[in-house]
């Protein structure tokens, strides 16, 4: 069996204990975790969703902009975290699986573990308050 | 191979009346290959007796530190073979994300902490900062192959997997899997270590504390003895050798608290408690 890598499972940790809604993708993309109060605002458990790839994440939340413009997946904070290597941050509109739309902010830094190994990007997010 | 302890002592040199069977020199293990070569796991001060065993016509030994913490580099100046013409040693160990491998050892080898720099310790030593970037990646050392991956304690650490054909060693003495887990143990893709100990023929492995120890120590990076115990089980080794006691368990304590483990959870794997002096012969 595969394990994860140390710097991964120690960001999971510290997920696990914050109560800012965190979300955490492999360097392939794929949804690796995200923890209870991102659960709130992403509308499902992570144990119901499961491992995800990117492209299905951009599908299941339906991310938009403020006039309701679809943003296209190499926008997204976390895919610009992945793909460039950098943080990114913006504020966009997602439809949660319970089928409530919210207004977040996101911050999305790569995550570049010992020896500089690439080991995927993670997302702090926020509900903004109507 | 052939592994001996050398230093079973966690944290502290603890020479005393009440710990001579177990051993008071912290951590240090030599692993002979049927090949001839020799590994030693990391430089804790049962280094010095273990250079002072090596044959005399001895070419080569490599030294495999999981970490810079002082009771796992203490032995490394005290070591016979650097000062012998000729002799290579070859040291593995993390780096950090801002010194290299010889500047942070540097820090303890130099005055006004040791009189000696490292540097000056010997014209044939080397360093080999690890892990490497890629993942899963493998060192070769003579008839050994060796794995070393990061595993939970403060401080870039490692563990190490010695494989020798289809016989591996697994060596983590200093790691705390149990660290922000609500139940130990949990999933094995999130457990720390798993991947080096997954079935291995013997895995030496830290058991610091006492349960009520551990309590008010979550974070210093070590074990309860009993979370060590979940941890052989979870990776289904074949035999488990504690290790890393905490310096204020004497012998009699020991007896103790491995005997109520062992009655507690059943092992299903062999228990053989490191002790210094020990040499366990695991099939290569």
């Known amino acids: ?130 | 191979m052939k592994v001996t302890f050398w230093g079973t002592r966690g944290s502290l040199a603890s020479p005393s009346a009440e710990t001579v069977r177990y051993g008071g020199n912290t951590s240090c293990v030599a692993v002979e290959g049927s090949a001839g070569t020799t590994l030693i796991l990391d430089a804790g001060t049962g280094l010095r007796n273990l250079g002072q065993s090596l044959p005399t016509d001895l070419k080569r030994v490599d030294i495999l530190l999981t970490h810079l913490h002082m009771d796992h580099i203490q032995g490394l100046p005290f070591f016979a073979p650097l000062r012998r013409p000729g002799v290579e040693v070859h040291i593995w160990g993390p780096a950090s994300t801002t010194l290299s491998l010889t500047e942070r050892l540097q820090r303890y080898l130099s005055p006004p902490l040791f009189p000696v720099s490292v540097r000056d310790l010997s014209e044939n030593l080397h360093f080999h900062e690890l892990p490497g970037k890629l993942p899963g990646q493998f060192i070769e050392i003579g008839e050994f192959s060796i794995n070393a991956q990061l595993i939970i304690h403060p401080n870039p650490t490692i563990g190490y997997r010695v494989q020798c054909a289809d016989t591996a060693l697994t060596y983590m003495p200093d790691h705390e899997p149990a660290l922000g887990e609500q139940t130990f143990p949990h999933e094995r893709e999130w457990t720390s270590g798993y991947a080096l100990a997954e079935g291995c023929d013997l895995l030496i492995h830290d058991a610091q504390f006492t349960n009520e120890e551990y309590k008010s120590r979550v974070g210093f990076g070590h074990s309860s003895i009993r979370q060590a115990f979940q941890f052989a089980e979870l990776t289904h080794v074949k035999q488990f050798a504690p290790f890393h006691y905490d310096p204020a368990h004497t012998d009699d304590d020991l007896d103790r608290m491995l005997a109520e483990a062992v009655a507690e959870l059943h092992p299903s794997y062999k228990m053989t408690p490191s002790r210094e002096g020990l040499t366990l012969e695991v099939d290569c």
Not at chain 1, 20 to 40: C, Q
Not at chain 1, 80 to 99: K, M, T, V
Not at chain 1, 107 to 118: E, I, M, S, W
């Open chain 1, 1 to 130: 069996m595969t394990q994860q890598e140390i710097e991964v499972i120690l960001a999971r940790h510290l997920a696990e204990y914050l109560t800012v809604p965190i979300f955490m993708v492999n360097p392939d993309g794929d949804l690796l975790f995200y923890n209870e109060p991102a659960e709130a605002i992403l509308g499902s458990r992570y144990s119901e969703t499961g491992a995800m790839p990117a492209r299905e994440l951009a599908k299941t939340f339906h991310p938009m902009d403020g006039e309701g413009n679809p943003i296209l997946l190499e926008e997204l904070p976390i895919v610009i975290a992945l793909r460039e290597r950098r943080p990114s941050h913006r504020d966009l509109w997602i439809r949660g699986l319970d089928g409530v739309s919210r207004e977040i902010e996101i911050t999305a830094f790569p995550l570049v573990g010992q020896a500089d190994r690439f080991l995927g990007a993670i997302a702090f997010f926020w509900e903004i308050a109507k």
